[in-house]
């Protein structure tokens, strides 16, 4: 750890808004005394931006206005000025046609509300799976000094008295009507008892994951990621939160000093072994990306490699959240890590102390959630890269929601050149499809769905399902839940609609997944791949105005992060022109 706190005080970038006499700063000061903020708030303490991805419409972060007065209560202890801000809130279960296409999008416009306004620090209130991310990605290009509080998981739930996970049994359910072993009115009854209280995804879903993706990075306090929305430990921590940005102002701890490759790599292992979302593999790409770290998917081969999947929570385990936090949550990970020469021990964190020095000294609670190594629910957790002609720049697959037996599969491609032709034919008796077939869906990715739908896991056929055969190989540009399982390739870079090979596999092709020797191999020579490909023309028009033009002309592939090609990089915090 070689960082040096500031010296303090000194003036802020607030003061140039907030401090003097000119026009200028009686126009900004002024005007917010409407609001009868007392004077001594101008007074060049730090003046902290509280940004809160809160909306009606992300039902999983509806509670966090009440969170951000818990976090305004510590500001104010600590010295500090709050503001709360709402910020664009891209909400994974209402955003059409997929939450990710805006992902870029909220974190544009997230770095330039921090840019440029009146903020010297920043507590960014996220929960939902894509508002982690891309406030992520604003801090790190504005390197203004940010700290993480997420709006923490639901409640456990439960339908007939067996535990009942968020999307992964939303999954489960539907893929049992289909096979006529549930009713239409018992999924309808099984609704509400999957969301039974505010919070996120219960599961080691995509939203668990990126709060201990942020917390492995060292940008939230230690244990943040586990905490329930309703316990009262989640307001406790909100107020230290409060308290330490302001803090962090002083010493000017920003996220160029935490985000450093070895804290990437810490959070890679910590997604091996907490089960993550294959998602995060696309966010810490991208938010690397951001702060010029050169991170690439064989970083998450090589460091996920050695890694158990430790962490016995749904879709790879059995348990969800709420048992993860009283079992000691995400620091008894981190600490196994540690205890197992898989971290880099001083990684700095927002708390001034580093990885390790936070954990050393946490117990685990229950060994049924947080399990020994060798009872791991896979040996190898990490999230597998594959490369071969099929994805020339790599597809992913995680192997802990996987059926270990199809990890090496050699079977008939059953392609759907998109997923209106996925859901035309796959529910047809007559499909010409066993299990043994690999399913194959095209045009899902970055560009070709705009923004990449969680559309990877397509469900099985019927007359498969009713064979009691529940997974099957299936391979996409897609991405998937981080709440649902099965033998699933994603991410296949370059992407159909990019003219990726992908785009010309045909119905009887074979295809082989060779998961041990990472490959993902098209079984036809060179000469008919290339001719094929000469051939190919895209099958999607393209957006013709708005922020749909903007992503699919800019936005790059799976394989470095899809983030737009003109967001990459830190940017810093000065203001270009003064817009009065
Ligand atoms: Fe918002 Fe899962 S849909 S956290």
């Known amino acids: 750890m070689t960082f040096k706190p500031a010296e303090w005080p000194r003036k802020l970038r607030s003061q140039t808004w907030f401090g003097g006499t000119s026009k200028d700063n009686i126009y900004h000061r002024g005007w917010m005394k409407n609001q009868g903020f007392p004077p001594d708030l101008f007074d060049g303490r730090p003046v902290i931006g509280i940004l809160n991805t809160w909306s009606e419409l992300t039902p999983c972060n509806a509670h966090l206005r009440d969170l951000a007065e818990r976090v305004k209560h510590g500001i104010y202890e600590a010295g ?59 801090a790190a290009s504005t390197d203004i000094p940010s700290i993480v509080v997420t709006g923490g998981p639901m409640l456990n739930g439960y339908y007939k008295n067996e535990r009942v996970g968020s999307g992964t049994h939303l999954w489960k359910f539907s893929e049992a009507v289909k096979a006529g072993t549930m009713t239409k009115e018992e999924f309808v009854d099984a609704e509400a008892s ?36 309703v316990d009262s430990r989640r307001r406790v921590m909100a107020q230290i939160t409060g308290r330490r940005i302001v803090q962090m102002v002083k010493d000017d701890l ?14 890679i292992r910590t997604n091996a072994a907490i089960g993550g979302s294959t998602n995060a593999v696309i966010h810490l790409l991208a938010i690397a990306g951001r702060v010029g770290i050169d991170l690439t998917l064989e970083d998450w081969d090589r460091c996920g490699r050695d890694v158990p999947t430790i962490v016995n929570l ?86 802990s929601a996987a059926t270990a037996a199809l990890l090496t599969h050699r079977g008939r491609a059953v392609v759907f050149e998109d997923i209106d032709d996925y859901k ?58 981080g709440t649902a399982y099965g033998t699933v390739v994603l991410h296949t870079s370059p992407e159909a609609a990019a003219g990726g090979p992908l ?78």
């Open 80 to 138: 500090g000025f709050p503001v709360e801000v709402p910020v664009f809130s891209a909400s994974e279960s209402a955003f059409r046609p997929t939450a990710m296409m805006f992902r870029n999008l909220a974190a544009m416009a997230v770095e330039e509300a921090m840019r440029g306004q009146p903020m010297d620090g920043c507590v960014l209130m996220v929960g939902c799976d894509k508002t982690t991310p891309s406030l992520l990605m604003a």
């Open 194 to 229: 999957m969301s039974r209280s505010p919070g996120s995804c219960n599961t080691m879903g995509t939203a668990s994951t990126m709060a201990s993706m942020a917390e492995a990075l060292g940008m939230a306090l230690s244990g943040n990621a586990a905490i329930p929305a």
């Open 254 to 267: 920003k996220p160029s000093d935490i985000l450093k490759k070895e804290a990437f790599e810490n959070a």
């Open 314 to 399: 749904m879709p790879s385990g059995k348990y969800l959240m709420e048992e993860f936090f009283y079992a000691g949550g995400l620091p008894v990970v981190i600490k196994r890590l540690g205890e197992a020469g898989l971290l880099h021990k001083d990684a700095l964190t927002v708390s001034g102390e580093t990885a390790w020095e936070q954990v050393k000294d946490v117990v685990n609670h229950n060994d049924d959630v947080i399990l020994p190594a060798d009872k791991a629910l896979a040996q190898s957790g990490g999230v597998v890269v594959v490369k071969g002609n099929l994805a020339p720049k790599g597809a992913v697959l995680k192997p």
């Open 424 to 481: 035309a034919k796959i529910n047809d008796e007559d499909l010409d499809i066993d299990e043994t077939c690999i399913m194959v869906l095209k045009n899902c990715g970055p560009k070709g769905y705009p923004g990449m739908a969680e559309v990877g896991n397509m469900g099985l056929p019927p007359k498969i399902l009713r064979k009691g055969i529940t997974d099957m190989v299936r391979i996409s540009d897609a991405r998937m839940s």
């Open 503 to 580: 785009a010309v596999v045909q119905n009887g092709d074979f295809i082989e997944l060779d998961v041990p020797n990472r490959r993902l191999h098209l079984d036809i020579s060179d000469e008919e791949l290339a001719a094929r490909l000469a051939k190919w023309v895209p099958i999607h028009p393209l957006y013709q105005s708005g922020y749909g033009w903007l992503h699919q002309r800019h936005v790059e592939g799976a394989d470095t992060g899809a983030d737009l090609d003109f967001l990459k990089g830190a940017r810093g915090n000065a203001v270009g022109k003064d817009s009065h």
